[in-house]
């Protein structure tokens, strides 16, 4: 079967697993199938799908090479700064000159351009998923060294989960590096700002771009209207390309045409030389995007298993108070900055502050009864299970304890059309 791992990106910048799919063969029925399981688990559409097509595979891996076809074409293909103009202008040359008119397979590449060409649509916001399919090779060859072909469905979930636990240790040693302080290369207030706001890693990246901005951006011109500076400044880095910056300086709404922001979720280098020149020295919080936060996993992992799938009024004001709290904890523990007397007196509080809420509450804080676990999952136990015909099963894995203290593995999945009388037999708790 076909394994299909689902990939995001964490706050480190890093490949994370949200799930898997097996499939009894690639065609556009399984595929169909994946997406309509993966839209019924995650409640809401993804923004898009990422394919790839290997033009070597289609035009052939000497012409590609010595011709310098593909390195004029990916100056138009890939660049992030061409209006789509540019690139249908860039487009229409190399073929041309290249003697590609006939050529069918381009053709039709070309006329669903403004499927997969960066600059029709720049303005998507895609967190560093575009352009590349360096994610989904790495995710597959990772997972290659824990799982083998010809493995049985249980040996591939043992294998798996091994795999999951793996990462998500490389996730926690990452979120430990993030209280290591990484050296400053300027004495901008608002690199220090960026310090106390993102991850290690992604520090990093901003980090590069308040550097470029101190280096050669010119300015070209600057016009004033109601509470709005328009700057327009030429960076030589860039090729000496032109590019506009709109600051409010009343709200600190800042907007640059090189949209970096809105595709990848932190400031371009013109963004921070205009904030600058604006006397702007703290990042606008509207232009910290979340997902990169040193505390991005804690802001969710506090919310109870029962108000994940709940999107009513109530169940979000809880959602609110409970990152408010989480927060004010965060908060706290930064700012008793090691002191021995202080950390006692915070967990004197909170010691104090659970037993009320547990006599006030009078339930188990930290266990799940048979009935939650129905719920979480969205099923009941039955006696007999009839598996129905179906392309293949999505995989979700997760651990729980019920009230009797007895811990379970829980492996939902909906199996293809197998012959499961000749699979071994799946011990279930």
């Given amino acids: 079967m076909v394994f299909i791992p689902l990939v995001g990106i964490d706050n480190h910048w890093k490949?994370?697993?949200?799930?898997?799919?097996?499939?009894?063969k690639e065609d556009n029925d399984n595929y169909i199938w994946a997406c309509e399981s993966f839209k019924k688990v995650f409640v809401k559409n993804p923004k898009c799908i990422i394919t790839d097509q290997d033009l070597a595979m289609k035009l052939g891996t000497v012409f590609c090479a010595e011709s310098g076809f593909m390195e004029k074409l990916n100056q138009f293909i890939w660049s992030d700064h061409i209006t789509p103009e540019e690139f249908e202008q860039g487009w229409s040359d190399a073929i041309e000159e290249f003697d590609l008119s006939d050529n069918v397979w381009l053709r039709e590449m070309f006329e669903l351009r403004n499927f997969w060409i960066p600059a029709y649509f720049n303005d998507e916001p895609m967190v560093g998923l575009l352009r590349t399919t360096s994610r989904s090779e790495s995710s597959n060859f990772y997972f290659g060294n824990y799982v083998q072909r010809g493995d049985t469905l249980s040996e591939f979930y043992l294998c798996y989960q091994s795999a999951i636990d793996k990462q998500r240790n490389n996730s926690k040693?990452?979120?430990?590096?993030?209280?290591?302080?990484?050296?400053?290369?300027?004495?901008?207030?608002?690199?220090?700002?960026?310090?106390?706001?993102?991850?290690?890693?992604?520090?990093?990246?901003?980090?590069?771009?308040?550097?470029?901005?101190?280096?050669?951006?010119?300015?070209?011109?600057?016009?004033?209207?109601?509470?709005?500076?328009?700057?327009?400044?030429?960076?030589?880095?860039?090729?000496?390309?032109?590019?506009?910056?709109?600051?409010?300086?009343?709200?600190?709404?800042?907007?640059?045409?090189?949209?970096?922001?809105?595709?990848?979720?932190?400031?371009?280098?013109?963004?921070?030389?205009?904030?600058?020149?604006?006397?702007?020295?703290?990042?606008?919080?509207?232009?910290?995007?979340?997902?990169?936060?040193?505390?991005?996993?804690?802001?969710?992992?506090?919310?109870?298993?029962?108000?994940?799938?709940?999107?009513?009024?109530?169940?979000?004001?809880?959602?609110?108070?409970?990152?408010?709290?989480?927060?004010?904890?965060?908060?706290?523990?930064?700012?008793?900055?090691?002191?021995?007397?202080?950390?006692?007196?915070?967990?004197?509080?909170?010691?104090?502050?659970?037993?009320?809420?547990?006599?006030?509450?009078?339930?188990?804080?930290?266990?799940?009864?048979?009935?939650?676990?129905?719920?979480?999952?969205?099923?009941?136990?039955?006696?007999?299970?009839?598996?129905?015909?179906?392309?293949?099963?999505?995989?979700?894995?997760?651990?729980?304890v019920l009230d009797s203290g007895r811990s379970y593995h829980v492996f939902v999945g909906l199996f293809s059309d197998m012959r499961l009388s000749q699979q071994p037999e799946i011990p279930v708790p």
């Fill in 15 to 24: 490949s994370v697993t949200f799930g898997a799919i097996l499939l009894e």
């Fill in 173 to 400: 040693k990452l979120t430990h590096y993030d209280d290591f302080t990484p050296k400053l290369i300027t004495d901008r207030e608002i690199e220090k700002d960026a310090l106390r706001l993102y991850t290690r890693a992604m520090f990093y990246k901003v980090q590069e771009e308040i550097k470029a901005s101190s280096m050669d951006i010119v300015v070209l011109s600057m016009n004033f209207s109601e509470n709005t500076r328009t700057i327009m400044i030429q960076d030589t880095f860039k090729k000496g390309i032109t590019f506009k910056v709109a600051v409010n300086m009343e709200t600190n709404n800042i907007e640059c045409s090189c949209k970096l922001f809105t595709r990848a979720g932190y400031l371009c280098s013109h963004a921070f030389f205009c904030l600058g020149i604006c006397g702007i020295k703290l990042i606008p919080r509207q232009d910290v995007c979340n997902m990169w936060l040193k505390n991005a996993i804690e802001r969710f992992s506090t919310l109870e298993l029962g108000e994940i799938s709940d999107t009513g009024t109530t169940q979000l004001s809880r959602r609110v108070k409970s990152q408010d709290c989480w927060f004010e904890f965060q908060g706290c523990l930064s700012d008793a900055s090691g002191n021995a007397d202080i950390l006692e007196y915070i967990r004197s509080g909170l010691s104090s502050m659970r037993k009320h809420i547990t006599v006030t509450m009078k339930k188990p804080r930290t266990r799940l009864n048979s009935e939650q676990i129905e719920e979480l999952i969205d099923s009941r136990v039955v006696e007999e299970i009839s598996i129905p015909r179906s392309y293949g099963f999505l995989v979700l894995l997760g651990d729980f």
